[in-house]
């Protein structure tokens, strides 16, 4: 997070835009930033560099998304154990209000390998969601995984193994049973860029549709006033509800080796 930091203390980032390669800066003082939202699968840097604190020092608001999915180093080999993320996020809970994390349970994947056997990533879904629930976290945001190109792109390094886009009904039982567990536990379920799926689950169960960037949630934690329009970068019409903020980090520029298989974004595998 060195490049991150540096950019605090300049003031603003130079951020390269992905598909024309231009670069623009961004304002990054308290004065123009409202709430900072951190977006990992892996907040070990982030803690042992005590960046919260130091960010926090300087006025900041700080916001999380913690991508938490059932271990499996096939998918996510580039991933911590999962005891050790759980701990990351026992962490955040203990130093920042629970109420600013957002548990991504996302995506859900099926697959199958050389066995023709179809399986899943779920196995630790509802573990990971007590543990969860006892640390006082309340929203999990979900969605299924889509075919992109990067992602076949990997496939073909992975004989072994496809992705299987099971039918719809499939989709929403697996739905309607993470929002039974959740309920149960007081955390809330909502779907990522889900619209079709989220118009055919049962209506008594409350799964709602995610903002990942919630400027209304951020401005009622910690007051101020942001912007409550929509990000129309977003996939706005597959019911994403992001609302508008600045995304600064490049995968060229502060690359991901985290080689997690189902990555619509990273563009290769190291």
């Known amino acids: 997070m060195d490049w991150f930091m540096q950019g605090i203390q300049k003031g603003f980032f130079e951020v390269e835009n992905p598909y024309n390669h231009k670069t623009f800066f961004v304002p990054a003082s308290t004065a123009d930033v409202h709430t900072i939202v951190f977006w990992s699968k892996n907040f070990?840097?982030?803690?042992?560099?005590?960046?919260?604190?130091?960010?926090?020092?300087?006025?900041?608001?700080?916001?999380?998304?913690?991508?938490?999915?059932?271990?499996?180093?096939?998918?996510?080999?580039?991933?911590?154990?999962?005891?050790?993320?759980?701990?990351?996020?026992?962490?955040?809970?203990?130093?920042?209000?629970?109420?600013?994390?957002?548990?991504?349970?996302?995506?859900?994947?099926?697959?199958?390998?050389?066995?023709?056997?179809?399986?899943?990533?779920?196995?630790?879904?509802?573990?990971?969601?007590?543990?969860?629930?006892?640390?006082?976290?309340?929203?999990?945001?979900?969605?299924?995984?889509?075919?992109?190109?990067?992602?076949?792109?990997?496939?073909?390094?992975?004989?072994?193994?496809?992705?299987?886009?099971?039918?719809?009904?499939?989709?929403?039982?697996?739905?309607?049973?993470?929002?039974?567990?959740?309920e149960h536990l007081g955390i809330s379920l909502q779907t990522c860029c889900e619209r079709d799926l989220l118009e055919q689950v049962a209506d008594d169960l409350p799964i709602g549709k995610s903002a990942c960037i919630p400027n209304d949630l951020i401005m009622k934690l910690f007051g101020g006033r942001v912007s409550l329009g929509k990000d129309s970068g977003q996939r706005v019409r597959a019911g994403c509800g992001c609302m508008k903020s600045m995304d600064i980090g490049s995968y060229s520029r502060q690359p991901c080796y985290h080689n997690c298989l189902y990555c619509y974004a990273n563009p290769c595998l190291s």
């Open 44 to 182: 070990d840097p982030f803690i042992k560099g005590d960046y919260g604190r130091q960010l926090q020092a300087y006025g900041y608001h700080l916001f999380f998304n913690f991508s938490i999915n059932s271990e499996s180093v096939l998918l996510e080999p580039g991933l911590p154990r999962l005891e050790e993320r759980l701990a990351q996020l026992e962490y955040l809970c203990n130093h920042y209000d629970p109420r600013t994390i957002n548990w991504r349970f996302d995506p859900v994947c099926f697959y199958e390998t050389e066995t023709h056997e179809i399986q899943d990533n779920l196995k630790d879904f509802s573990m990971i969601a007590g543990k969860a629930a006892a640390m006082g976290v309340k929203r999990c945001i979900t969605s299924f995984m889509d075919m992109y190109p990067k992602i076949k792109k990997r496939l073909a390094r992975q004989p072994d193994l496809d992705f299987v886009d099971v039918p719809m009904k499939k989709k929403i039982n697996v739905l309607e049973d993470m929002s039974r567990i959740l």
